[in-house]
């Protein structure tokens, strides 16, 4: 489907004024999505297109030492994590199907409706390219500060 400009009104109703806030929420962040990927274009969901990533991280291994090697096995294992989480979510072995994305072709990921691996895109399964990176990049910029922080102050669980 090609996405082009246009309008559309979207009418939201519901039986109490809590569902609906609820709802709308839920289109405004399907409309902020969409957006996204109108800006940027989509790549696999479920975390397939964080698993793809891994093996352009893992070159870095050659040219890195010391700690700069051991930040990039860390990235390595955290992109790892949201397929891990939606599997784990699901009620399934989150390292198994770790593995399994692993070992397929790229743009191949695990449909946990179906419980198969699937080509995302054809499938309908996707995020948007923006939402995607901006993700890592904060996630990587949050790191980065504690990290350089000699002192953090956290609750305890």
């Known amino acids: 489907a090609k996405l082009s400009g246009g309008v559309a009104v979207i009418q939201v109703g519901a039986a109490s004024e809590t569902e609906m806030k609820e709802r709308k929420l839920r289109i405004e962040d399907a409309l902020a999505a969409t957006k996204a990927a109108v800006e ?25 030492s010391g700690d700069e090697k051991t930040g990039v096995q860390i990235v390595m294992k955290a992109l790892e994590e949201p397929v891990k989480q939606i599997a784990i979510n699901a009620g399934l072995e989150g390292a198994v199907i770790v593995d399994k994305v692993k070992a397929a072709k790229p743009g191949i990921g695990y449909d946990v409706l179906s419980e198969k691996c699937v080509d995302m895109i054809a499938s309908g399964i996707v995020d948007p390219a923006k939402v995607t990176r901006s993700a890592l990049q904060n996630a990587a910029s949050v790191a980065s500060i504690l990290l350089t922080t000699e002192a953090v102050v956290a609750d305890i669980p």
């Open 40 to 64: 940027e274009g989509i790549v696999a969901g479920g975390g397939t297109a964080y698993i793809n990533a891994i093996s352009s991280v893992a070159k870095l291994l050659k040219t890195t």
